[in-house]
């Protein structure tokens, strides 16, 4: 090679050697004296020069084997030739590898999205069983779908292919096809003929031929510490896992399955595992993806204490006794979290947190201990309400509370209420405490004046009422509800009356207990859809009037089901109650049985239904029955919010205890149900089928939850 050559790729030399020793010991003298005194480098020969005469030494050598007509050419002796190159024994000859087969492409059908995008799969269903599946999760993912109709512009359509594109890809990997092709075309596939008179500008369209190619398997799979896990829980867990060697490799299922295992972790007793994120690696030769997704147990724990942040407001003590568990119980994550939507349903507190906290570490193949540390924000505790409103029932109505939810800790609350209308006027002061001595259980201590006029009865009362109950709500719908309790109540009233010369009021004493329960297989507390539900009271009283004591017992039941036919709900209501013991004018009017009303037969008044006097005025009974069938039907409206409920009711009230059916009233009619997240906002409207002549043409209901 010329020397020219070699010296112009020497390597530059350093900055030090560039500057002389008289620069750094004076540096401005230097400077004045500028460059002159540099030392000069010779001038290497031009790299174009040492070119250029190579090439002329080879194009002498080729025109000379020309002349001479051989197959050799002369080069000059000054020209280096290579040393020839031994042959590398693990690199193959060019003519020993085979040509590739060129990919033969199945025959595809079409599956047009959109008039802007078609997808052509392989006609065989065998070779892509996904495809409905995957056709409709593209659809909701692709960028041309979402492209407005005034948008789809040649322009507009390229951009969004190669992101459709993209979106394809990633999808047949989802689906286990790691080695799937995609072919992107504009204004038809490459498989069709161009279509005569077509024109690509108005007409635009993508076309992409999906070729999924083999579906790829899971292959070996690595749990880390789960699979040494001692049984049963290691064999409980790991078959939690539901993935095994051969299944389809989908990648759905691995997030499906890890959500799984790791709630079946926190059932199980380990409130510290963890799982780490899942990796996948292809191997494109087997035509499998190998799993590694390490899960640490982090050892067993059963429960120990709760322990409150504000014991002064809501004592662990308390929190315990909410919780569903007791101290030594395996640990439940889903305890855990039901323990925190308990302690939001008091409303009470803004805010919740619950910390598991390891008290007594795993040994000797016992588990640990960990205590619920709860930390809480409180919330206002004092509410003032108010209500003004008319009803067909009610009349016209004022009404105002205020009530203190933790006057007296844990949760025992204060209520003032007050009511002032043209039918009731009212006063009352309550005590509830929630959650006593047992989670949704409430003592309720109730005293109270007032003053009702209704379709039926005048009276004025004052009342002492206690009731013990356990409650069923929509946090947790119980299978079994009950209640139990005593009152004791003063009471100056008569029937309503419509002449002149009215009997006069009649004072009563009444003592009574009563108890009541619910048998519930529904599935909705206030808009049930399937299932039954089935109560029973029995309530004995004690009643003293004008020197008369009588004894009787009032007792009822009621069945109520529900079944969907499509996406209509068919409910049926039966009601039967009866007061045994007494003659009929022995009973105070409050406590006798009367028929009518938005939850009973509708159609006609509030009480409006029952025996009447020669006077026409109404006297109740002492026995009631109470039948109703409603078809609740989707209409889709409002998403399907609104509903329109065709419904029958009849009922018939007797002066004996038992039912004689002499006067059966019948009511029907049609309402609307509007679904929120609170339960169903009802309107009814009702027409008597056989009024009397204190009946009213037709009435209107409104209210919350069902009719029944």
């Known amino acids: 090679m010329p020397a020219a050559i070699v010296a112009a790729q020497e390597p530059p030399r350093t900055l030090e050697d560039l500057i002389p020793d008289s620069a750094v010991e004076n540096p401005e003298e230097w400077a004045?004296?500028?460059?002159?005194?540099?030392?000069?480098?010779?001038?290497?020969?031009?790299?174009?020069?040492?070119?250029?005469?190579?090439?002329?030494?080879?194009?002498?050598?080729?025109?000379q084997a020309a002349r001479a007509d051989s197959g050799t050419i002369a080069l000059p002796d000054d020209v280096p030739l290579p040393e020839p190159l031994e042959p590398d024994p693990e690199v193959t000859a060019l003519a020993e590898i085979d040509a590739p087969d060129l990919m033969e492409l199945p025959d595809l059908a079409e599956v047009e999205i959109s008039s802007e995008l078609v997808l052509a799969f392989p006609t065989d269903p065998t070779l892509f069983p996904e495809r409905e599946e995957f056709v409709r999760r593209f659809s909701a993912l692709s960028t041309i779908e979402a492209l407005d109709a005034d948008e789809d512009t040649l322009p507009q359509l390229a951009a969004r292919a190669r992101a459709d594109e993209e979106l394809l890809t990633?999808?047949?990997?989802?689906?286990?096809?790691?080695?799937?092709?995609?072919?992107?075309?504009?204004?038809?596939?490459?498989?069709?003929?161009?279509?005569?008179?077509?024109?690509p500008e108005s007409d635009p369209r993508v076309r992409f031929d999906v070729i999924p190619g083999p579906r790829y398997a899971f292959g070996a799979i690595d749990l880390g510490a789960l699979g040494a896990l001692p049984d049963p829980d290691g064999e409980s867990l790991r078959a939690t896992f539901a993935i095994r060697s051969g299944d389809p490799l989908y990648a759905d299922r691995i997030?499906?399955?890890?959500?799984?295992?790791?709630?079946?972790?926190?059932?199980?007793?380990?409130?510290?595992?963890?799982?780490s994120e899942p990796e996948l690696l292809i191997d494109h030769a087997r035509i499998e993806g190998d799993l590694t997704m390490p899960v640490d147990p982090n050892g067993k724990y059963v429960f120990g204490?709760?322990?409150?942040?504000?014991?002064?407001?809501?004592?662990?003590?308390?929190?315990?006794?909410?919780?569903?568990?007791?101290?030594?119980?395996?640990?439940?994550?889903?305890?855990?979290?039901?323990?925190?939507?308990?302690?939001?349903?008091?409303?009470?507190?803004?805010?919740?947190?619950?910390?598991?906290?390891?008290?007594?570490?795993?040994?000797a193949g016992r588990p640990g201990e960990v205590a619920l540390d709860v930390t809480m924000e409180q919330a206002p505790l004092r509410t003032i309400a108010g209500a003004i409103g008319y009803g067909t029932e009610e009349g016209a109505r004022i009404e105002a509370s205020w009530e203190h939810r933790n006057l007296f800790p844990p949760e025992g609350a204060l209520r003032l209420r007050g009511i002032l209308g043209t039918r009731e006027q009212l006063a009352s002061i309550a005590y509830r405490?929630?959650?006593?001595?047992?989670?949704?259980?409430?003592?309720?201590?109730?005293?109270?004046?007032?003053?009702?006029?209704?379709?039926?009865?005048?009276?004025?009362?004052?009342?002492?009422?206690?009731?013990?109950?356990?409650?069923?709500?929509?946090l947790y719908q119980k299978p079994l509800s009950w209640a139990v309790g005593a009152e004791v109540l003063w009471s100056d009233e008569r029937n309503a009356t419509f002449v002149a010369d009215a009997a006069p009021r009649q004072e009563y004493l009444i003592g009574g207990l009563f108890g009541r329960a619910t048998l519930d297989s529904s599935d909705d507390l206030l808009d049930p859809t399937r299932g039954f539900r089935l109560t029973g009271s029995l309530a004995p009283d004690v009643s003293r009037?004008?020197?008369?004591?009588?004894?009787?017992?009032?007792?009822?039941?009621?069945?109520?089901?529900?079944?969907?036919?499509?996406?209509?709900?068919?409910?049926?209501?039966?009601?039967?109650?009866s007061i045994v013991g007494a003659d009929t004018f022995d009973i105070a009017p409050s406590?006798?049985?009367?028929?009518?009303?938005?939850?009973?037969?509708?159609?006609?008044?509030?009480?409006?239904?029952?025996?009447?006097?020669?006077?026409?005025?109404?006297?109740?009974?002492?026995?009631?029955?109470?039948?109703?069938?409603?078809?609740?039907?989707?209409?889709?409206?409002?998403?399907?919010?609104?509903?329109?409920?065709?419904?029958?009711?009849?009922?018939?009230?007797?002066?004996?205890?038992?039912?004689?059916?002499g006067v059966i009233r019948v009511g029907a009619g049609v309402g609307i149900r509007y679904k929120t997240s609170f339960g169903?906002?009802?309107v009814d409207v009702g027409v008597p089928l056989n009024p009397d002549e204190f009946d009213s043409p037709v009435a209107v209901y409104v209210s919350l939850g069902q009719a029944f």
């Open 545 to 577: 009037s004008q020197g008369v004591t009588s004894f009787y017992v009032r007792g009822g039941a009621d069945a109520r089901y529900y079944q969907s036919v499509g996406s209509t709900v068919l409910a049926g209501r039966a009601h039967v109650s």
């Open 170 to 199: 990633e999808t047949l990997r989802t689906y286990g096809y790691y080695n799937g092709e995609v072919i992107r075309q504009l204004s038809g596939g490459r498989r069709e003929q161009s279509r005569v008179g077509s024109d």
């Open 680 to 682: 169903p906002i009802r």
């Open 32 to 63: 004045e004296q500028g460059v002159e005194d540099a030392p000069q480098q010779p001038e290497p020969e031009p790299i174009e020069e040492a070119v250029d005469e190579v090439e002329a030494d080879v194009e002498a050598a080729l025109d």
């Open 591 to 661: 406590r006798r049985l009367y028929a009518g009303g938005g939850g009973s037969v509708r159609g006609y008044g509030f009480q409006a239904i029952g025996p009447r006097d020669d006077d026409a005025e109404p006297i109740g009974g002492r026995s009631l029955v109470e039948l109703s069938l409603e078809a609740r039907i989707e209409t889709g409206f409002f998403d399907g919010a609104l509903e329109v409920v065709p419904f029958v009711d009849a009922g018939s009230v007797s002066t004996s205890s038992t039912p004689d059916f």
């Open 433 to 474: 405490r929630n959650n006593f001595r047992a989670r949704d259980q409430v003592l309720t201590v109730d005293a109270y004046a007032s003053d009702l006029d209704t379709e039926a009865i005048e009276a004025r009362t004052v009342a002492l009422r206690g009731t013990f109950e356990r409650i069923s709500n929509l």
């Open 255 to 275: 997030v499906a399955q890890r959500s799984a295992l790791d709630t079946e972790l926190g059932e199980s007793g380990y409130p510290f595992a963890t799982l």
């Open 305 to 363: 204490e709760v322990v409150s942040n504000r014991p002064e407001f809501l004592s662990g003590r308390h929190l315990g006794r909410i919780a569903r568990f007791d101290p030594g119980d395996t640990y439940q994550r889903s305890l855990e979290t039901d323990l925190r939507r308990a302690i939001l349903a008091t409303g009470l507190v803004s805010s919740v947190a619950i910390e598991p906290r390891e008290v007594a570490p795993p040994e």
